[in-house]
């Protein structure tokens, strides 16, 4: 093997690795250092890529996440084998349910050593098949260039089709051999798909003689903000939502129905719709809460993933392209074909129904929600609009901040929607505060969901950041005794003993405070987006006056 002094001078896989992800401009890795990664940080030292400690590898996963989705940026971890592998797992399952750009990258066995079972340090079985299970592609290279060239072809695909987590496991042997800066010929990425001009015409022809369209729009369509703008405004089409793409058209726009595809109201609204353009969404139940969408009007899909084309409902017109650019070849035809489509009256119509849906999906929500929507309307008046809020599979978050929390630009919302992990919220908060330093950040969970991941307050801590960590105690898991007592199970497991959170936070070196009501909350959360560190705030669920 490379003595560390040849590799000072010719560069090795670390070196290789490194310099690629410095190529695709990265500029912040997450993770922990291990014994079999070390030369992979022996290269990160001597770039400007930042490198933030987590406490666990789960913590390093979901705020690579967080921060994949607060900026747009592809999410990048460096952890150890074995364990650490296991450990960040969760994390990739999330970024995949979710087509999160995550990237993550291990050492493995020595080449000719894979599946060996010799008792080695942190030796799986197959660590690559394992994550396979929960990447969209899980490669092991057999050399530094072959190494560099995966990371060159991960990010050129992120660019042209979905963009969903990679595992890259290189051979402890592999990152200690020389390289001599050299990559293996690239395969070209996919191409981005692209609408054919009949396929443009049939829909343009769909949605400008529907009486009453309307738009569903998901993650996928988090790029196309302006783009789903123009068009529902061109159409006088109402626009609801998943939670994954809340925000894609501002809420407090007219024809905007919210994050509730969920609730009957908007449901209603996409039934009775002569045309329905769905943009970016797979119609998963996980979002959808059993509503199966068998729509009596025309369906039109835009899909930058063929699969998802005719996932849980097949369309009368599919369209295989980046919703971006579909969006706005549509909104040119229209405006070049069918100026003046629509007339002032329907336009009216279309936010009048726009309107009843929107109020009559907050009722029903608020009958979910409880005091969680309160709290939410509260703060989301209260603090700047661009706050972006890291939830996690906690009641404030789904039954509170998805509906309750308006979003006027997507991913303000930052929550595991599909894969519904634990321990999400704190972590992501801290990706996204370190990717965008300057948009206030504000992590809302419950208490169980917090314990999770609460040792990721030291990592909140040793970065310096300002965040406010809201932690709504209910003393267990809620959500599930609900369930249990719901059914005739006599709650077990559901009601925990939990630490007291602010002198917990102190101990971290938080600040830390606890409130008694709304009032007390928003001044505290304020205070919070200010301060020279992380703030832990308890909100006892018990005991707080909401209403």
């Given amino acids: ?16 690795v490194v310099s690629a992800l410095a190529a695709e401009g990265v500029e912040v890795v997450f993770g922990i250092p291990g014994t079999h990664n070390l030369e992979l940080y022996r290269a990160l030292a001597d770039t400007s890529i930042r490198h933030v400690t987590t406490r666990h590898e789960q913590g390093a996963g979901y705020a690579a996440d967080g921060y994949a989705r607060a900026t747009g ?60 299970g929960v990447a969209e592609r899980s490669v092991r290279v057999d050399s530094a260039a072959q190494a560099a060239t995966v990371i060159h072809e991960t990010f050129a695909r992120w660019r042209t089709a979905r963009r969903r987590p990679v595992f890259l496991e290189v051979p402890l042997d592999v990152l200690d051999a020389a390289w001599d800066g050299r990559h293996l ?40 903000a302006r783009e789903v703008r123009r068009l529902a405004e061109l159409l006088a089409a109402p626009v609801v939502t998943t939670v994954t ?5 501002d809420e407090t726009h007219p024809l905007s129905v919210g994050a509730s ?58 369209l295989h392209a980046d919703a971006r650019e579909a969006l706005h070849a549509l909104a040119e035809r229209i405006e070049t074909e069918r100026p003046g489509a629509v007339s ?48 996690d599979s906690s009641q404030v978050t789904y039954y509170g901040t998805a509906h309750h929390w308006t ?51 030291a990592t909140a801590v040793e970065q310096g950041i300002a965040l406010p960590v809201i932690v709504v105690n209910n003393h ?39 409130v008694t009501g709304i009032d007390e909350l928003v001044d505290a959360t304020r205070h919070a987006l200010g301060a020279d560190r992380p703030t832990v705030i308890e909100v006892d669920a018990d005991t707080v006056g909401w209403q």
């Fill in 1 to 16: 093997m490379t003595s560390a002094s040849e590799a000072g001078r010719t560069g090795n896989g670390g070196t290789a």
């Fill in 73 to 132: 940026r592809p999410g990048v971890c460096f952890v150890t084998s074995g364990p650490a592998v296991n450990n960040v797992a969760s994390a990739v399952g999330t970024a995949h349910a979710d087509s999160i750009p995550l990237l993550v990258v291990a050492p493995g066995p020595p080449r000719g050593l894979d599946g060996a079972d010799i008792g080695s340090l942190h030796e799986m079985r197959d660590q690559r098949g394992h994550m396979a």
């Fill in 185 to 224: 010929p690239q395969p070209s990425p996919p191409p981005m798909p692209a609408v054919s001009s009949d396929e443009l015409a049939r829909a343009t022809e769909l949605l400008t003689s529907a009486g009453q369209p309307a738009l569903l729009v998901g993650r996928g369509a988090v790029g196309a």
């Fill in 245 to 249: 793409g809340k925000g894609v058209l």
């Fill in 261 to 318: 595809v969920r609730l009957g109201p908007a449901q209603e609204l996409l039934t009775a719709a002569d045309t329905v353009l769905v943009v970016g969404s797979g119609l998963s139940d996980a979002e959808l809460w059993g509503w199966r969408p068998e729509l009596p009007g025309t369906v039109i899909r835009i899909d930058v993933d063929a699969g998802s084309l005719t996932r849980n409902l097949v369309p009368a017109l599919a």
């Fill in 344 to 391: 002032a009256a329907a336009r009216l119509a279309a936010s009048e129904r726009a309107g009843q849906a929107r109020a009559a999906s907050a009722a029903a929500a608020g009958r979910d929600a409880g005091p969680w929507a309160h709290l939410n309307r509260t703060l989301s008046a209260a603090l700047p609009a661009t706050t972006i809020v890291a939830g």
């Fill in 407 to 457: 979003a006027q630009a997507p991913m303000r919302l930052l929550y595991p929607t599909i894969y519904a992990t634990l321990g999400y919220g704190l972590p992501a908060g801290i990706g996204a505060k370190l990717g965008r330093p300057s948009v206030p950040v504000v992590v809302l969970v419950g208490d169980g969901a917090f314990m999770f991941s609460v040792a990721e307050l």
């Fill in 476 to 514: 267990g898991f809620a959500e599930i005794r609900d369930g249990m007592v719901a059914a005739g199970i006599a709650p077990v497991g559901v009601d925990l003993v939990t630490p007291d959170f602010v002198l917990l936070g102190r101990a971290f070196g938080t600040h830390g405070v606890r």
